[in-house]
């Protein structure tokens, strides 16, 4: 079953001849129920955009994007997002803060406590429930934004280069802690990142976007078993799934150069 469907989309900004600017160009691919998948591509290609449409945040020009066998016409209790900043509602404290939208849906008080406090404990942040934003790093500060996506239970967890802000070593321990909430939780996963490393550790599936306009130019399965850890990154199978994917983009953001004559 194909959790997320997106069928020869394109997405064009601006209306005036001569002042559009095509973002996406006949995109479709079919994401499985449960699988993690990891977008990678040249900067400025339509990788956040392509994951807005899927959020329900813009609507594609032309074709569709599908959960299932619903059309997305708009946001939805199904989808959860986490962007590379942290979101975070700087007068409320942790626990407040991931009980928002729960709160919002009229969930009762006592309920989102108990449901917040969970997810708070999964990602590591006992104690911290009475903290404000300000008061935390920027690991720790991601780590609520997860919390509070998780929080609502949604099908699709949708991340916009969620760890981009944070240093080599926070990185690396949010990534392990991704892979194991998404190994017991049964949501499916698409990602974006401009880390090669970090597509191939953490996913399935590994999209690979063109320069702009942004097209679906490859799909690579990553034969890796799981669970993985650090050690990977250093295997013969890691190095020439690096090596190919790396070839792919040089060639891409080349082109989005004007270095290589199309």
Avoid at 4 to 29: M, Y
Avoid at 86 to 110: C, D, H, M, Q, S
């Amino acid at each position: 079953m194909s959790r997320v469907s997106v069928e020869d989309v394109t997405l064009v900004f601006g209306e005036k001849p001569g002042q559009t600017v095509t973002a996406l160009e006949n995109i479709s691919f079919e994401l499985e129920d449960k699988k993690f998948a990891v977008i990678v591509g040249p900067s400025g290609c339509g990788k956040s955009s392509l994951l807005y449409l899927i959020a329900g945040l813009n609507d594609p020009t032309t074709g569709l994007c599908k959960i299932g066998d619903q059309i997305i016409k708009g946001p939805g209790k199904d989808r959860g997002m986490v962007f590379q900043t942290y979101t975070l509602f700087p007068w409320l404290n942790v626990i407040k803060n991931v009980e928002f939208g729960l709160k919002l849906r009229g969930i009762a008080a006592a309920e989102r406590a108990r449901i917040a406090s969970h997810f708070l404990s999964e990602v590591g942040l006992d104690g911290f429930e009475n903290a404000y934003p300000k008061q935390l790093s920027g690991g720790m500060q991601q780590r609520v934004a997860l919390a509070r996506a998780l929080a609502n239970d949604p099908d699709v967890l949708l991340m916009d280069e969620p760890f981009g802000a944070l240093d080599s070593q926070t990185r690396s321990i949010m990534q392990e802690l991704l892979v194991k909430i998404w190994e017991h939780s049964n949501k499916t996963v698409l990602f974006v990142t401009h880390d090669i490393d970090e597509a191939i550790f953490l996913g399935d599936h590994v999209y690979v976007m063109s320069a702009r306009p942004g097209r679906m130019i490859e799909e690579i399965d990553i034969m890796i078993e799981r669970p993985r850890n650090i050690d990977v990154l250093t295997s013969d199978k890691f190095i020439d799934l690096k090596r190919e994917i790396m070839k792919l983009l040089h060639g891409e953001v080349q082109k989005s150069m004007g270095a290589v004559k199309t």
